[in-house]
C-alpha cells in the first residue's frame, strides 16, 4: 500500500481528482445566481418588512426612477451638440423596462413649454392647459435659445429644477449649464437584486456617452454596490 501511495500512477490519480473537484466547485459557482432580497437585510420581527414588500410587490414593478447626473452637459446652443443630446435620450428611453419618454423629466421639456407659452399661470402648467405648440422643430435645426433661461428658472413652477440644474454665465454673458438632472421610469424591477442589474444597465448605457460624464443615482446605490460586488455564490 505505501508502495502505492509513493508511486507515480498515485500522484497523477491525486492530481487528476484535484483538478476534477476545483473545476466543478468553479463552474457551479458561477452558476449560481447571487439575490439578495431587502427581507434578508432585516430582523424576522421587523416592522419594515411590510414597508419592503410593498415596495418589491406593487411599487417597484409599476414605477422606479433613476436619477442621472449629467456633469458636462453639452452646449444646447449648438444645433449638433442638442440633437445628439437628444438622441442619447430617446436611446435611453428605448432600453429594456423603460417607461419611455412619457416617464422621462429634465428641464429641458419645462423650458420648450416655457419657450411657446412665457405668460402661462402656474396653474396652466400643473393642469396641462395648453397654449401655443412647442416647436421643436425649429430648435432642433438652430439649438435652443438660452437667452430665456434665467426667467424660465425663476418662473414657478420651474423654479423646482433649480435643484438638479446649475448653470453660470460664461465671458460673453452667455448661459451655460454645467450640470444637469435627468430623471428616467422603469418597470419591472421586484427585489434589490433586480434593482442592482437595473443599475449596472445604466451604467453601462452610461459609458457609450463618456463626453457627458452621467452616472445613475439611485437611494439604494451603496447598498448595490456591495451586491454587484458579492461573487453570485448567495443562492436564493
Known amino acids: 500500500y505505501s508502495q502505492f501511495i509513493a508511486s507515480f ?37 421587523s416592522q419594515s418588512l411590510e414597508g419592503v414588500r410593498i415596495m418589491d410587490e406593487i411599487v417597484w414593478p409599476d414605477y422606479l426612477s433613476i436619477n442621472y447626473i449629467m456633469r458636462k452637459p453639452p452646449n444646447f446652443s449648438n444645433p449638433i451638440e442638442y440633437r445628439n443630446f437628444t438622441l442619447m435620450i430617446q ?4 432600453s429594456e423596462n423603460s417607461l419611455g419618454s412619457a416617464a422621462t423629466m429634465h428641464w429641458i421639456n419645462d ?12 396653474l396652466d402648467v400643473i393642469f396641462g392647459i395648453s397654449g401655443v405648440e ?3 422643430t425649429f430648435y432642433m435645426e438652430n439649438g435652443l435659445d438660452m437667452s430665456q433661461f434665467d426667467f424660465f428658472i425663476n418662473t414657478e ?21 454645467t450640470s444637469m438632472i435627468i430623471i428616467m421610469g422603469y418597470n419591472g424591477t421586484s427585489s434589490l437584486s433586480d434593482k442592482a442589474k437595473l443599475l449596472r444597465s445604466c451604467r453601462e448605457m452610461c459609458t457609450r456617452y463618456t463626453q457627458y460624464d452621467m452616472i445613475p443615482f439611485d437611494t439604494d446605490a451603496e447598498l448595490i454596490d456591495i451586491i454587484l460586488s458579492v461573487p453570485s455564490t448567495i443562492v436564493r
Open 157 to 177: 413652477p420651474y423654479t423646482a429644477w433649480k435643484m438638479g440644474t446649475h448653470y453660470m454665465r460664461d465671458l460673453q454673458n452667455r448661459i451655460v449649464i
Open 111 to 122: 423650458y420648450l413649454r416655457y419657450l411657446a407659452n412665457p405668460h402661462a399661470t402656474d
Open 134 to 136: 412647442v416647436n421643436g
Open 9 to 45: 500512477w498515485a500522484t497523477l490519480i491525486a492530481v487528476a481528482i484535484l483538478i476534477a473537484y476545483f473545476y466543478f466547485a468553479i463552474t457551479g459557482i458561477q452558476a449560481l445566481d447571487t439575490n439578495v432580497d431587502g427581507k434578508m437585510l432585516l430582523p424576522p420581527d
Open 91 to 94: 436611446e435611453m428611453e428605448k
